[in-house]
């Protein structure tokens, strides 16, 4: 067997569980707790340490990377073809 065959046939073996299990993940639970806040949706001013809401999620929860890139795609297939 060739060995290049024999090495994609082994990183496809690996990689695709992993891509399909990301996408199942990103389709069942498409928002994940933000690691800023760790959820909470607040966070600290670094010199004062005054409370303030959280500017990188919504009340602690953000949006997988995989589910915003989806999101994107299904926008511009809609807007394209309407
Ligand atoms: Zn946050």
């Not at 069942?28 to 005054?50: E, M, Q, Y």
Request: hydrophobic share 40%; aromatic share 8%.
């Amino acid at each position: 067997m060739d060995p290049l065959l024999a090495l994609a046939i082994t990183l496809a073996a690996i990689l695709t569980p992993v891509t399909l299990g990301y996408a199942g993940l990103c389709w069942v639970k498409p928002f994940t707790t933000c690691r800023r806040c760790a959820g909470t949706g607040r966070t600290t001013t670094r010199v004062l340490r005054r409370p303030r809401a959280c500017r990188r999620c919504d009340r602690g929860l953000r949006l997988r990377a995989g589910r915003w890139i989806y999101n994107q795609f299904a926008r511009l297939h809609r807007e394209s073809t309407r």
